[in-house]
């Protein structure tokens, strides 16, 4: 097994060990550092991590060690789109604003998303602080661990703008503009230090994990939305002319502390509001590094031994789970469309666990927002002269079927989406208990499963729809709406209907990775592109519409009792 840094690890760390003996002077034990700094590296370069697009291999694959590379390459493409200010506007200042905007935005989020393991590790806490290591030590390690981190980041996620820098400004503004990016990235620590440290002290240790992973589903979604919807919305000929100007309520800001700094380097200007920006710049980010030593670093540590221990670290109260009855509107649905017994306690429970598993919501809640780009991006049109309304009409000459059944079926794709995941969770083998309890019927676990997925996921989104399609289309709309509606459950049913049957939340994650995913996939699409084309040249056929819509209630009501029916000899 190899234990050797690879070579961009091993260089980062030599530089940031550099300054061993102002690191002695603070009580730094420097050979305890750098070994605790090489293994958490190793650690890294075995991980696969948010940003990374490369899943982990199987164990015949042998284990993973490009982590770090994926993580550049990944950052450097990030860095393209930030270059955009440069491109949009003629002002310096304007530009810079943009960027550093950008910059720190998304170092602060991938820290958080990305590095959140290494943030919220309270193994430290017990693997190192047991052996004679000082805190001072302790202290530096997980510091520097995030700024080598960062460091893998930032600059490949600054080279294209440093290069557009060096083009546009000369290599004098090309050297300060370098000074000026480690100096956000400084800043970017001590904020999200400080943010982890206040989220730690006003909740729980439970809630706070929850937060994390809602920040890591924005972030997602952020960032496709910006790759996929900022070029379309971005009008070049009203930024070209356009200035941030030089008000004093913009210090309030920190990327215009760095726009300023580099404002007078390209320009020399002497603004007043300029050259305080400018003082800021320099000065915060130092600052902010003493606070996050001095300060932030020993209280973040005492908060991780509550995190370790289960408490909050300021709360005296007993953490008490107490059991809450299913909601109104859960209860309401339930009665609704299934059985009583045991389909109407397969909804509700599969209801809650897709409420409470951070690991659905983390699979489940991005793809939500993927579909909300891409419904967005459908109707973002450049030079266009067609409102929204007259796309998505049935009616008139600018009418457009296409953009009516798309709207209609994208909304409700999101559910078949949830369906491929509620089968799958990390406490698989709490599952026993379906397998324990005298059930005759195990199918009906299955569709009231099936049916929890569509009704919290895919129903509200296809409601906002029928919404929006009737209030511009009036009572024409409706046959269409039911027809892509009982069409959308059927496709459903039928990703169930051939394949295993399994009961929900009792398969590990890895299983996932295993059961032919990317056929799944391919079918579902193909699957989805015949109901869409049928629904297509029957659109200016009500007739046509109405049998269609019958033909798949049928369907899809045979193939619910069908899989309700299925016992033990089916169901996994």
């Known amino acids: 097994m190899n234990f050797k840094l690879n070579a961009v690890n091993y260089i980062l760390l030599k530089l940031f060990l550099l300054p061993a003996t102002l690191y002695q002077k603070a009580g730094v034990n420097t050979q305890q550092l750098k070994l605790l700094l090489s293994c958490k590296l190793i650690m890294d370069d075995r991980r696969p991590n948010a940003m990374q697009q490369t899943r982990a291999k199987q164990k015949e694959d042998g284990p993973i060690t490009n982590a770090t590379i994926g993580t550049m390459l990944m950052a450097l493409l990030m860095g393209l789109v930030f270059i955009i200010g440069f491109l949009v506007t003629n002002d310096a200042a304007t530009a810079f604003t943009i960027f550093f905007s950008l910059f720190i935005l998304m170092l602060a989020l991938t820290l958080i998303?990305?590095?959140?393991?290494?943030?919220?590790?309270?193994?430290?806490?017990?693997?190192?602080?047991?052996?004679p290591v000082g805190e001072s030590t302790?202290?530096?390690?997980?510091?520097?661990?995030?700024c080598i981190h960062l460091f893998k980041?930032?600059?490949?996620?600054?080279?294209?703008?440093?290069?557009?820098?060096?083009?546009?400004?000369?290599?004098?503004?090309?050297?300060?503009?370098?000074?000026?990016?480690?100096?956000?990235?400084?800043?970017?620590?001590?904020?999200?230090?400080?943010?982890?440290?206040?989220i730690m002290r006003i909740t729980t240790p439970e809630r706070f994990k929850t937060i994390i992973s809602y920040v890591q589903i924005a972030f997602a979604i952020l960032v496709y939305g910006s790759y996929q919807l900022v070029p379309r919305l971005v009008n070049k000929t009203i930024l070209e002319d356009s200035t941030?100007?030089?008000?004093?309520?913009?210090?309030?800001l920190p990327p215009y502390w760095f726009a300023g700094f580099m404002q007078q380097a390209v320009s020399l200007k002497a603004s007043p509001v300029m050259?305080?920006?400018?003082?800021?710049?320099?000065?915060?980010?130092i600052a902010s590094l003493g606070v996050v030593i001095k300060i932030l670093a020993p209280m973040y540590?005492?908060?991780?031994?509550?995190?370790?221990?289960?408490?909050?670290?300021?709360?005296?109260?007993?953490?008490?789970?107490?059991?809450?009855?299913?909601?109104?509107?859960s209860s309401l649905l339930a009665s609704l469309v299934t059985s009583r017994g045991i389909e109407r306690t397969s909804f509700l429970f599969t209801w809650k666990m897709m409420l409470r598993n951070r690991d659905f919501k983390l699979k489940a809640y991005p793809a939500i927002g993927y579909m909300a780009v891409l419904i967005i991006m459908m109707f973002v049109r450049r030079d266009s002269d067609i409102t929204l309304s007259e796309s998505l009409s049935i009616t008139g000459e600018n009418s457009s079927p296409f953009s009516f059944l798309m709207l209609l079926y994208f909304s409700g794709l999101v559910g078949l989406i949830a369906i491929g995941l509620i089968n799958f969770t990390e406490h698989f083998k709490a599952s026993w208990v379906f397998y324990a309890s005298p059930?005759?019927?195990?199918?009906?676990?299955?569709?009231?499963?099936?049916?929890?997925?569509?009704?919290?996921?895919?129903?509200?989104?296809?409601?906002?729809?029928?919404?929006?399609?009737?209030?511009?289309?009036?009572?024409?709309?409706?046959?269409?709406?039911?027809?892509?509606?009982?069409?959308?459950?059927?496709?459903?049913?039928?990703?169930?209907?051939?394949?295993?049957?399994?009961?929900?939340?009792?398969?590990?994650?890895?299983?996932?990775?295993?059961?032919?995913?990317?056929?799944?996939?391919?079918?579902?699409?193909?699957?989805?592109?015949?109901?869409?084309?049928?629904?297509?040249?029957?659109?200016?056929?009500?007739?046509?519409?109405?049998?269609?819509?019958?033909?798949?209630?049928?369907t899809l009501k045979l193939l619910l009792s069908s899989v309700a029916r299925a016992g033990w000899g089916r169901v996994v």
Request: hydrophobic share 55%; proline share 4%.
């Open 113 to 131: 998303t990305d590095f959140s393991h290494v943030l919220m590790d309270v193994r430290d806490n017990l693997i190192i602080l047991p052996h």
């Open 275 to 285: 050259w305080s920006a400018a003082v800021l710049a320099c000065l915060m980010p």
């Open 138 to 146: 302790f202290m530096f390690a997980r510091i520097l661990h995030i």
């Open 439 to 554: 059930i005759n019927q195990p199918g009906l676990l299955v569709t009231g499963a099936f049916r929890a997925a569509v009704a919290q996921l895919q129903l509200p989104f296809y409601l906002l729809s029928i919404a929006w399609l009737t209030s511009i289309n009036g009572l024409a709309a409706l046959p269409h709406i039911c027809a892509a509606l009982t069409n959308l459950g059927l496709m459903g049913i039928l990703m169930v209907y051939f394949s295993q049957l399994h009961i929900p939340w009792s398969k590990a994650p890895n299983e996932d990775s295993q059961s032919g995913n990317a056929l799944k996939g391919l079918m579902l699409i193909l699957l989805l592109g015949g109901v869409v084309t049928v629904h297509y040249f029957a659109f200016n056929h009500t007739i046509a519409v109405l049998l269609i819509f019958l033909a798949s209630a049928i």
């Open 301 to 329: 540590t005492r908060q991780l031994a509550g995190l370790a221990s289960g408490s909050s670290g300021t709360s005296t109260k007993k953490n008490v789970q107490h059991i809450k009855p299913a909601s109104r509107y």
């Open 244 to 252: 941030i100007g030089d008000h004093a309520t913009l210090l309030l």
């Open 153 to 198: 980041i930032m600059i490949p996620m600054a080279i294209p703008a440093m290069i557009t820098v060096g083009i546009k400004y000369g290599l004098v503004a090309l050297a300060l503009f370098v000074s000026a990016v480690l100096l956000s990235a400084l800043f970017s620590v001590f904020v999200v230090n400080g943010m982890y440290l206040l």
